[in-house]
């Protein structure tokens, strides 16, 4: 719903910290009722490696949770 990448759990954001713009793309999952998240700087990796970045990373967390038994989908928090 709030995806601004096209990828369940994955969004861009943007954060101003003393008039300075900063930009990130940011890999969400849950495991179990914790909410998890890593974010992947845009300043310091452009902005499509970033994303991809984020992209990978929650694709491997997901590997894992589902290794580890909770049968999480891509779909995952989506409304299909």
């Known amino acids: ?43 310091k990796f452009g902005e499509e490696v970033a994303k991809q970045m984020a992209i990978s990373h929650r694709s491997q967390m997901i590997e894992e949770l589902n290794a580890q038994g909770f049968e999480y989908a891509e779909s995952h928090g989506s409304d299909k």
Do not use: P
């Open 1 to 43: 719903r709030n995806s601004t990448s096209g990828i369940v759990g994955v969004r861009r954001n943007t954060k101003t910290i003393s008039g300075t713009d900063y930009h990130s793309w940011i890999a969400t999952w849950s495991e179990g009722e914790k909410k998890k998240s890593k974010e992947f700087s845009t300043n």
